[in-house]
């Protein structure tokens, strides 16, 4: 069974501050892990992926996230914190093998950047 | 439009009625997926279609729920004998191929009064 924990449903963070989002899972297969953010009155975007291979991800926006198996964790991170970063922020773990699409989602962050 | 497209935005209804809600995804995108997402929680998946077949509709939480995808582009998910706990936000989303990244509607956001 496949399952999702972030730790901190609230992070607030200093504008050029580090975020740092945590995420731990549990998967019965070889994970392929994912961050999603929602910002305001828009739908769910894909900031990062891992599959396999390189465990440190670069995505959109500055962000990085890297897999670490021996601590089941993918926690993202981003060097500086801007103000257009506030949203909340979704880590999710594939279901099974056989869809791309069929994800566990945790219960989200949600980031509040203050000036 | 570019994006994935759901309406009604918003669907205010009674204890035990019928409701539909509509997505349209991105033109070409073969994979379209049903997800729900109560107050507080991250996106629960519902059911996934691969063409106009359902693949995997083992989310849907009872057999009140039912979806279609007729032509293998519009989805429509029907709730039957609504509850005031299938109030949540019904998200849509769809993918082309295997390239990981699904493309989310902005949500209808159902209300069971």
């Known amino acids: 069974a496949q399952s999702v924990t972030q730790l901190g449903s609230h992070v607030s963070v200093s504008e050029g501050a580090l975020v740092l989002l945590r995420c731990n899972y549990s998967s019965s297969v070889p994970p392929y892990l994912f961050w999603y953010v929602q910002y305001p009155n828009q739908g769910l975007q894909l900031l990062l992926k891992y599959t396999t291979g390189a465990t440190l991800v670069k995505g959109i926006n500055g962000f990085e996230a890297e897999f670490k198996k021996s601590e089941t964790s993918f926690h993202l991170t981003k060097p500086s914190a801007h103000m257009s970063d506030a949203a909340e922020y979704f880590c999710?773990?594939?279901?099974?093998?056989?869809?791309?699409?069929?994800?566990?989602f945790g219960a989200g962050t949600q980031v509040v950047v203050t000036p | 439009g570019a994006g994935v497209s759901q309406t009604p935005s918003n669907k205010v209804t009674e204890k035990g009625k019928y409701v539909e809600l509509r997505c349209d995804p991105i033109s070409g995108h073969t994979a379209l997926y049903w997800y729900r997402q109560s107050l507080g929680q991250g996106p629960e998946f519902l059911i996934y279609f691969q063409g106009t077949g359902a693949a995997d509709d083992s989310g849907l939480p009872n057999d009140r729920f039912f979806a279609v995808r007729p032509e293998g582009s519009v989805s429509t998910l029907k709730i039957q004998r609504t509850e005031r706990g299938d109030s949540a936000v019904y998200l849509c989303?769809?993918?082309?191929?295997?390239?990981?990244?699904?493309?989310f509607g902005e949500g209808s956001r159902l209300t069971v009064l």
């Open positions: 989303a769809s993918s082309f191929g295997g390239t990981g990244e699904l493309f």
């Open positions: 999710a773990v594939r279901l099974g093998t056989d869809s791309w699409g069929k994800l566990q």
